[in-house]
Nanobody
């Protein structure tokens, strides 16, 4: 059983930056695909970025060039560096872990979830 705890959310102005962290415990972190998702009020949970255990990454088109996912297997932590934030990035951001191989953009394919951290971007 993997436990995930996100941190680093907050309120930031348009164009600002935040770095989210997700600390994992209780499982073999290095073998899991890790992902970040977000959910705005009234909307479905949306894939943001994913990373394999060896660091192969993918980002959604809406954040490509602004957000970067990374991981530190020695610290059992995955990060999401968010630059040039926009009001439409406002959402609860969730960290997720997937036991199967390959990055999936479907939330249903992830086995473990954190509680989420709020990111609010003011205009």
């Amino acid at each position: 059983q993997v436990q995930l705890v996100e941190s680093g959310g907050g309120l930031v102005q348009d164009g600002g930056s935040l770095r989210l962290s997700c600390a994992a415990s209780g499982g073999t972190f290095s073998t899991h695909i890790m992902g970040w998702f977000r959910q705005a009020p009234g909307k479905d949970r949306e894939f943001v970025a994913g990373i394999t255990w060896i660091g192969i990454r993918t980002h959604s088109d809406s954040v490509k060039g602004r957000f970067t996912i990374s991981r530190d297997n020695a610290k059992n932590t995955v990060y999401l560096q968010m630059n040039n934030l926009k009001p439409e990035d406002t959402a609860v951001y969730f960290c997720a872990a997937r036991s199967a191989a390959g990055i999936s953009q479907g939330a249903q394919d992830y086995d473990y979830w954190g509680q989420g951290t709020q990111v609010t971007v003011s205009s």
